[in-house]
């Protein structure tokens, strides 16, 4: 059975298929001794292979089941498992220990999983009791902030939030306390405050260098020459994919609102984001042409099985599929021959909206946000890019607008749902009343009626964002 040092000698040889092989073993061996649970749990993350993560993870715990850090870990696999309910309940245990600060990390915890069921006053009451137990949580704090449940008077919120941005050392709680105090000054109506606590978070995730856009624009460039018409016609896995719907947006151009509308119909479940796809195709390599060449026919159809498979296997049984993973955009081409059937959902958005929704925001996996030049190069970039891959799918295509969708929602959402072949409901714009889970930034946005308050809200700090806007998308 391969060591974890040999299934991340695997991963750096550009060799991920043998490394989830191997690690896919040796987590099944629950009592293997001397494994070190915790890199099994980094390497599954690596790999996006999201079940043998949470197998790691119980592993782990099954060595000693009262140890928070442990129970922690099982808590945020179950999490990426979709397994939301779970990670609740097992939140719950941590609140059980005497020490006020554990009892406080449950609370935040909980009220983290409840709010994707839109259980937003539960969670709330969870964060301001968590707050009683241990005034310095600042993740108690970025939650109220993720679901603006302010005090009446946001003075007394933010000059305790003040206080504490002033104490904390560690990075995350810095970040945390600055994203929310710039809510927050927004609620209370300060503009110039809450514009300077967005330039203070930034810095807390600043990175040394600037994240490369070129480089990245290089890759999906080559990866658009690789999975050429000839190539895809050669491989294209035929039949597949009638039930899946890709949706392919940036980060806070509307997918999530966008994929609630659709879920309204009862044929169609939402997925959100997950790494499933990733962790499918980790036999391609990098993807490029070289690592293409090397793939055997054979592997294109055990590729689209285990997708669809691990899918069903996740989200049960459905007439359609929606997947809006971040990481879309990467796999089009990919996504093109595995799934020659499948659709593909386009949605665009005013890019000064995105980009400053982005640098605002806390978001998972995308160092590109951390400077507002590189944000809007990365928007720009995305796309440029989009437009590239959109003539490898002719009419499997659909393109949508935010602002149509939110601005002209009957003819826009009666398009969405043709192109699925789907019924729209009767109900379909009380999407925002359903309970399934939602576990983007977006979780608030989309248990709310469909409004426009996004629609312009970079204006707010135009004098400051401006010049960057204009140097990259030309003048509003």
């Known amino acids: 059975m391969a060591s974890l040092a040999h299934i991340a000698s695997l991963i750096s040889e550009n060799r991920p298929a043998d490394a989830d092989a191997a690690l896919r073993k040796l987590v099944r061996k629950s009592s293997a001794p001397g494994v070190d649970w915790g890199q099994a749990i980094d ?97 108690a704090w970025e939650q109220i902030a993720t679901l603006d449940g302010w005090a009446d008077d946001p003075q007394a919120d933010i000059a305790a939030m003040e206080a504490l941005a002033g104490r904390v050392r560690k990075r995350e709680s810095r970040l945390a306390l600055h994203l929310a105090l710039s809510r927050a000054h927004e609620s209370a109506g300060d503009d110039a405050r809450s514009f300077e606590h967005v330039e203070r978070a930034a810095e807390a995730r600043r990175n040394p260098e600037p994240f490369d ?10 990866l658009q020459q690789a999975f050429s018409p000839e190539m895809v016609a050669r491989h294209a896995v035929e039949g597949a994919g009638r039930e899946l719907a890709f949706i392919v947006g940036i980060p806070r151009s509307g997918t999530t609102l966008l994929e609630q509308i659709l879920s309204s119909a009862k044929d169609v479940v939402p997925t959100a984001e997950h790494a499933i796809l990733r ?42 599929y929606t997947d809006k993973s971040l990481a879309n955009h990467f796999f089009v081409g990919a996504i093109r021959v595995l799934f020659p059937e499948a659709r593909i959902i386009w949605i665009e958005r005013d890019p000064r909206d995105v980009a400053w929704s982005c640098y605002r925001s806390k978001l998972m996996a995308t ?19 989009m437009e590239g891959w959109a003539p490898l799918f002719g009419e499997r295509l659909h393109r949508v607008s935010y ?10 959402s009666a398009g969405l749902f043709a192109f699925l072949s789907v019924e729209r409901p009767a109900d379909w714009d009380m999407f925002h009343q359903r309970t399934n889970p939602v576990a983007t930034n977006s979780l608030a946005q989309v248990r709310q009626p469909l409004n426009s308050k996004g629609i312009g809200a970079w204006r707010k700090h135009e004098a400051r964002l401006a010049p960057v806007f204009d140097a990259t998308f030309g003048k509003a």
């Open 213 to 222: 856009v070129a480089m990245m624009k290089n890759y999906v460039t080559a």
């Open 279 to 320: 962790n499918a195709v980790l036999p391609l390599g990098a993807m490029t042409p070289p690592d293409l060449a090397k793939v055997e026919v054979g592997e294109w159809p055990k590729m689209s099985r285990s997708y669809v498979d691990n899918v069903r296997r996740r989200f049960g049984a459905a007439r359609v």
């Open 403 to 412: 602002e149509s969708l939110v601005l002209d929602p009957e003819p826009t």
């Open 43 to 139: 390497l599954a993350g690596r790999l996006g292979a999201e079940d043998t993560w949470l197998q790691a993870a119980r592993n782990w715990r099954a060595e000693a089941p009262s140890d928070p850090a442990r129970m922690v870990a099982e808590i945020v696999a179950l999490g990426a498992n979709a397994r939301h309910e779970e990670a609740a309940r097992l939140s719950r245990e941590i609140q059980s220990f005497s020490d006020p600060g554990l009892k406080a990390d449950g609370m935040t915890l909980e009220a983290f999983y409840l709010v994707r069921f839109g259980r937003r006053e539960e969670a709330l009451a969870l964060c301001r009791r968590a707050l009683e137990l241990n005034p310095d949580h600042a993740p």
């Open 367 to 385: 160092p590109w946000t951390d400077r507002l030049d590189t944000t809007c190069r990365y928007v720009a970039a995305h796309s440029q890019l």
